[in-house]
């Protein structure tokens, strides 16, 4: 079946420091990958994502490289910033577009 | 932003009352789906919906109903609310030919004394 594992939280970092969010996936088929982030109070926006393997996605300094070798999709960031803490979500949707399957989730908070 | 309203967007009620809640979208997408959203858990799958009449279950159906007799709306029912429901559930549609992230709404508190 499928599944997402993430890494568990809260990460918690000084401004301008580097993150790594690891995010690994079991799936049958080429699954599309995502990164979500959800901001207090609010629903889920799409970071990130990317549809086949090799593919890296971008977005507001964050990345990620889909790697079906290691069935990895971690996120990365250079510098992170205050405005950048919320809980970051990987997720997978099935080659059909039916069905998302989430991580538990990562809480980030970036100090001052 | 997709168009997706999700109704209420609190809502305290009594265990053993049947609670109703409303997802609308402008959407005219073809997948919605319930989740909720619980404490360790991330997100999880109700329900979901492939078409006006068309439905599934997801991996935490039990205690869930749903239906969607309109494009737009889905409606997520709990026939009889128990402690166990509270959470924070949200909706969220998908498309087709090359739509393929979810958007999501806001999200329903519900909290069930």
């Known amino acids: 079946g499928n599944s997402v594992t993430q890494m568990e939280g809260p990460v918690t970092l000084s401004e301008e420091a580097f993150l790594t969010i690891n995010c690994t996936y079991t799936a049958t088929g080429y699954p599309s990958l995502f990164w979500y982030v959800q901001y207090p109070g609010e629903g889920l926006q799409l970071l990130l994502k990317?549809?086949?393997?090799?593919d890296k996605g971008s977005n507001k300094g964050f990345e990620a490289t889909y790697r079906k070798e290691t069935t990895s999709f971690h996120l990365e960031k250079g510098s992170v910033q205050v405005s950048d803490s919320a809980v970051y979500f990987c997720a997978l949707s099935d080659e059909n577009f039916n069905k998302f399957y989430f991580g538990s989730g990562t809480k980030l908070n970036v100090k001052p | 932003d997709a168009g997706i309203t999700q109704s209420p967007r609190h809502k305290v009620t009594e265990t053993g009352t049947p609670v109703t809640l409303r997802c609308h979208q402008t959407?005219?997408?073809?997948?919605m789906y319930w989740y909720r959203q619980d404490p360790g858990h991330g997100l999880r799958l109700i329900h979901y919906s492939y078409g006006v009449k068309d439905t599934d279950k997801g991996e935490v159906s039990d205690g869930y109903s749903v239906s969607r007799s309109k494009t737009e709306d889905f409606l997520l029912t709990l026939e009889s609310a128990t402690s166990s429901q509270t959470s924070v559930y949200f909706c969220a549609i998908t498309g087709t030919g090359g739509y393929t992230e979810a958007f999501f709404g806001q999200g329903t508190r519900l909290t069930v004394v």
């Open positions: 959407e005219n997408h073809r997948y």
């Open positions: 990317a549809t086949k393997a090799d």
